[in-house]
């Protein structure tokens, strides 16, 4: 397991839990505040972030911002070879003609 991606998982959430705040997080989840608090909670034998985290990270899932776009590292480095490739084929003039310049 990487226990790197679950601590970032864990400090994800709970930097969203932070800035949306307990109140919320259980009107959201249906569930008392307190209970957010103990999801919060570091401990043994209590399901808290960090233990979610873990449990995403065994998964091979992890947390990234909802701003964040998601893409296969074989299919972006295809991307990136098909740019290149082309971009070795440009030259100045080429770009003027195809601009109407």
Sequence with gaps: ????IASNNSSLIL???RSMGNAEVA???NCSESTVSEL??????KLNFHTVSELL????LKV???DKVCVDPKKLEQVVDMAKEYMATITTEK????EGL
């Design 27 to 29: 009107r959201l989840l």
């Design 64 to 66: 990234v911002s909802a």
């Design 95 to 98: 770009l003027f003609e195809d």
């Design 1 to 4: 397991m990487n226990h790197r």
């Design 40 to 45: 919060a909670a570091e401990g043994q034998y």
């Design 15 to 17: 930097a969203g839990v």
């Design 57 to 60: 990270a065994r998964m091979n």
